[in-house]
């Protein structure tokens, strides 16, 4: 059984009413919806404002399931006193506790209104709409939120785009500039136009878990990008502390819980207010350089070298994946997932397929982090004109042979 939570466009999270009533009648609701929802279903529970005056909103509480579902005979009639449309069901699965048919007058005394919608063996729908009171606190921090955090600029990274716009809508009550994309790479783009219009984002709240590039990739995107100059917060429903580490040495600076709420969003915004005591800061400046498992790509014909450098890699902390040529290493990249590997060093004159070629065609491959992934050349050529033949097929740096490990080092810090 998979039950999800929704919040959406909640911009207040103390509201006036009758919580018992409420609260039976959710239970009611949800007690249903497992009862008659078999193995492997899907539940879910939304909460959404629908509307806000000065001194109330209306809020509608949703619980959909996958479950056995009605006919629109036995819709007609589920208010009025329950009963079992299939004697069989109440044996199977048991009795319905409250009863719909009292959630139905609880909801109508507290001045709302409970509506159904079920199709037989698809499932049901079912909608409470109630109006509760809004707090004078929540006027009176509103006015306070909007002078402190009028100036930031924040960027919503998350593939639910119900998260985005709950995030933005709470942002923007708060006098937040925020805008949102929907995956990584996005972000990517999206950072560098701001960086281009002399406009750079303060903030990037990136989600954990994304299809294409995750908050961790995401973040060292970002930091190759802006270094220190912009706070990172990865946004999670799952625990984190065991990737923590990881996180902070990608260059994460916080952490905060979804589903996300107002309360929540103001402590960040107060702890990260004084963006010069930023938590982030180059690894490099921590001491002797030291790295966690991450992945390069080493491309590199010569067997001496490769053996040599991947030695010097390994002591690093670093893991190591070869390839003897540039078509290699092109089918390699190609052929493993987005974010498999973290850097490519490549060596620029080689057999079959050069360096500079493999680096343009990475960078032209239809895959999310071919755009990202930092390619380092390695050659014994160190002009300023081979410097810039490697920059035009998409290298990020240039590294001349014979290799120095403490520049080979400085440079995979800085990009990775």
Request: hydrophobic share 45%; proline share 2%; charged share 25%.
């Amino acid at each position: 059984m998979k039950f999800n939570t929704v919040i959406e466009g909640m911009t207040e999270e103390l509201y006036i009413g009758d919580s018992l009533r409420l609260r039976q009648i959710l239970l009611n609701i949800l007690s249903n919806a497992l009862k008659f929802t078999p193995e492997g279903g899907r539940i879910q529970f939304t909460i959404r404002q629908m509307s806000r005056g000065d001194k109330d909103a209306w809020l509608r509480f949703t619980v959909s399931d996958t479950g056995i579902g009605m006919s629109k005979v036995f819709q007609k009639h589920l208010f009025e006193s329950f009963e079992q449309e299939n004697p069989n069901i109440s044996i199977k699965y048991g009795g319905t506790g409250l009863g719909l048919a009292i959630c139905k007058n609880l909801v109508t005394l507290m001045g709302g209104s409970i509506n159904v919608h079920s199709i037989e063996g698809v499932g049901s729908e079912f909608c409470v709409d109630v109006k509760l009171g809004l707090t004078e606190e929540s006027y009176r921090r509103k006015n306070l939120d909007l002078l402190k955090f009028r100036d930031l600029k924040t960027l919503i990274v998350d593939d639910d785009i119900v998260t985005c716009e709950h995030a933005s809508l709470i942002m923007s009550d708060l006098g937040v500039q925020a805008e949102y994309v929907t995956s990584g790479a996005l972000a990517v783009l999206e950072i560098e136009k701001g960086i281009r219009e002399m406009n750079p984002y303060d903030i990037v709240l990136v989600d954990l878990k994304m299809l294409d590039m995750d908050g961790i990739q995401t973040t060292k995107a970002i930091r190759r990008l802006v270094g220190a100059e912009t706070l990172v917060v990865v946004m999670t429903a799952y625990e984190w502390k065991e990737l923590e580490a990881d996180a902070r040495h990608a260059g994460v600076d916080f952490f905060i819980t979804k589903p996300l709420f107002r309360s929540e969003l103001v402590d960040l915004f107060e702890k990260i207010n004084d963006f010069s005591e930023a938590v982030y800061e180059p690894e490099a400046a921590k001491g002797e350089v030291q790295f966690a498992g991450e992945r390069i790509l080493l491309v590199e014909d010569n067997e001496l070298n490769l053996e040599v450098a991947a030695s010097l890699l390994e002591m690093k902390g670093l893991t190591i994946e070869s390839a003897c040529n540039g078509l290699q290493a092109l089918e390699k990249f190609c052929s493993t997932p987005v974010g498999y590997y973290d850097a490519v060093l490549m060596d620029i004159r080689m057999p079959v397929m050069d360096g500079l070629e493999a680096a343009r065609n990475i960078r032209l491959f239809d895959k999310s982090d071919a755009q990202t992934i930092p390619i380092i050349a390695m050659t014994a050529n160190a002009f300023d004109e081979d410097v810039e033949k490697s920059h035009a097929a998409g290298m990020n740096a240039h590294l001349a042979k014979p290799i120095d490990p403490e520049k080979l080092f400085a440079v995979l810090q800085e990009f990775i």
